[in-house]
């Protein structure tokens, strides 16, 4: 790739803070990691290397190189880091494999970070391979701007440039795109706008799920960003939320590389596979909402971190697409008569799909990848949820994007249902509650004509559910059994249906796991109540 001239930035932490504990265990329940825990094995980022580019603390003097992390203060060896730390302009970089060392001092907000992401016992990826910490300036300069390489394939970045800046991102995105990078940053702070490098077009901006006045989109540019969200902690910053996006990533990626995807593992192990199935595994919080022409929500983006969710859909292996046409610009393009379906209501794809030629207008044609599936569960008036979510990357060396488009048709009518149509962003993303039992067409649609090349590479992730709640008398008492995933429902109880109903969860005990469900125990001559099962989104 082309060297970019090396220059000095403005790098600001996004918390002024010293020593807290690490991610509290009600977290790491809300993003689904206890429930991923129970339900499978050793899933810590066993054999991942990561990356923890660090700015100097905000309270310390500028050039006071207070960026580096004390292994003891994290739970972590002294052996699993190597730090890194260039003088300007960058031309060679001095690294050390021992704490303390030459080249930097103790930061308090590094360490939080670490806590939240690989920290022992606490973090979301407690077993990672190797840190890589680096000097925030050095990482930038000299390993993205110039064009370096790492070893890892997650980094971390709880730092942000002040300002959505189109070099930075154009920079960041040439680089994951070129070494398969997944870039995950802070979004930025409370009630302002999502700044560099979480508004990169190929890296994951993260805010905060728990708050009212999290960083916010769009981007001036007028795409959804942040991507997506996870709870606050300890001081409701994005700091301390993106290393838990950091640890799911290298969750997956750990599970990806050893199969559970399938025997793809390239594909599942793609940055933008993983982008797809995080993505497509949050849950939505209560006044989440996109349109058509933007598929993120403005604060929350995608929804709130739940790894759980994404590890199932990973397990649900990668499935192809049905069949693929060719239509003129613009022209309808309803599902065909093709009669193979895919039978993983939980799943994922990485392909390609190519500007077609239908005979008449060349590479200009609209080229449709078209997945069929059959989603009933034969249950009298049940309903479904789809969550559906496509990523590609803005290419090496490219300013723009190609145009891909998301879109579910019913099969019986070839109504639209739904669609998710952004001409500036490159996520499409879309969630139908109360779906009506059917066959249906999801369909990834890429625009011809003067794009950026005749085809692109995609990862596409899916998810259709319909969640039941079991009860039943156990002697004196009842039981509510619900599966845990997908994860995000809680049980609630009224007294009455007359209006108004009063649902309320608030002497209802939590549920505990047992045998892939969730599990809650009442006594049976408690006054007569009924119960249901609620997404957060309802």
């Known amino acids: 790739m082309k060297n970019l001239t090396p220059k000095i930035i403005a790098l600001t932490l996004l918390f002024v803070g010293i020593f807290f504990p690490s991610a509290h265990a009600s977290y790491l329940d809300t993003i689904g990691v206890t429930s991923l825990r129970e339900a499978t094995t050793n899933l810590d980022g066993s054999g991942i290397d990561v990356g923890q580019p660090e700015a100097d603390d905000s309270g310390s003097p500028p050039g006071t190189n207070t960026w580096e992390i004390r292994p003891n203060a994290v739970g972590q060896p002294t052996n699993l880091f190597t730090y890194f730390k260039g003088i300007a302009p960058y031309i060679s970089v001095n690294?050390?494999?021992?704490?303390?060392n030459s080249l930097g001092f103790e930061s308090g907000h590094a360490e939080i970070v670490a806590r939240n992401f690989y920290g022992f016992p606490d973090g979301v990826a407690t077993n990672v391979a190797h840190v890589d910490d680096y000097q925030a300036d050095t990482f930038y300069n000299y390993y993205i701007a110039m064009g370096h390489s790492i070893s890892e394939r997650i980094v971390n970045q709880s730092f942000t440039f002040g300002t959505n800046d189109a070099g930075v991102n154009q920079t960041y995105d040439n680089y994951a795109a070129q070494n398969n990078v997944l870039f995950i940053s802070g979004a930025g702070f409370d009630g302002q706008p999502v700044y560099s490098p979480a508004t990169c077009y190929n890296g994951l901006g993260v805010g905060v799920s728990d708050v009212g006045n999290s960083p916010y989109g769009p981007t001036s540019d007028g795409r959804s960003k942040p991507d997506i969200c996870a709870p606050g902690f300890p001081d409701f910053v994005t700091s301390y939320t993106t290393p838990q996006v950091s640890g799911a990533a290298a969750i997956l990626l750990q599970a990806a590389l050893r199969g559970d995807g399938g025997s793809d593992t390239n594909s599942a192990a793609d940055m933008r596979t993983l982008k797809a199935l995080l993505l497509n595994g949050a849950v939505k919080p209560i006044g989440w909402t996109n349109s058509n022409s933007a598929p993120l929500d403005t604060h929350y983006g995608a929804g709130v971190l739940n790894v759980l969710n994404s590890y199932e859909q990973l397990a649900g292996g990668k499935n192809n697409f049905i069949s693929a046409t060719a239509i003129s610009p613009?022209?309808?393009?309803?599902?065909?008569?093709?009669?193979?379906t895919i039978s993983k209501w939980s799943g994922w794809d990485f392909n390609s799909i190519a500007s077609a030629d239908d005979g008449f207008f060349s590479t200009a044609a609209d080229g449709v990848n078209h997945y069929f599936f059959n989603v009933t569960n034969n249950l009298n008036g049940a309903n479904f949820t789809l969550t559906a979510t496509l990523v590609w990357n803005r290419q090496q060396n490219q300013t723009d994007i190609n145009h891909l488009d998301l879109f579910l048709y019913n099969c019986a009518d070839s109504n639209l249902v739904a669609c998710s149509t952004s001409l500036v962003d490159n996520v499409e993303h879309i969630f139908f509650p109360r779906l009506a039992p059917g066959r249906y067409d999801l369909q990834v649609l890429k625009h011809g004509g003067n794009f950026v090349s005749a085809s692109e590479t995609y990862a596409l992730a899916w998810e259709f559910f319909s969640q039941t709640l079991n009860v039943?008398?156990?002697?004196?008492?009842?039981a509510l059994t619900f599966p845990i995933y997908p994860a995000g429902?809680?049980?609630?109880?009224?007294?009455?249906?007359?209006?108004?109903?009063?649902?309320?969860?608030?002497?209802?005990?939590?549920?505990?796991?047992?045998?892939?469900?969730n599990f809650i125990l009442l006594n049976a001559t408690n006054p007569a109540r009924f119960f249901r099962l609620r997404e957060p989104d309802f």
């Open 489 to 517: 429902f809680s049980v609630e109880a009224t007294t009455n249906l007359s209006p108004p109903i009063i649902w309320s969860a608030s002497d209802l005990p939590p549920p505990i796991f047992t045998n892939g469900q």
């Open 472 to 478: 039943e008398q156990i002697g004196t008492n009842v």
């Open 330 to 340: 613009g022209d309808p393009h309803p599902p065909d008569a093709s009669t193979g």
């Open 95 to 100: 690294t050390a494999n021992t704490y303390p």
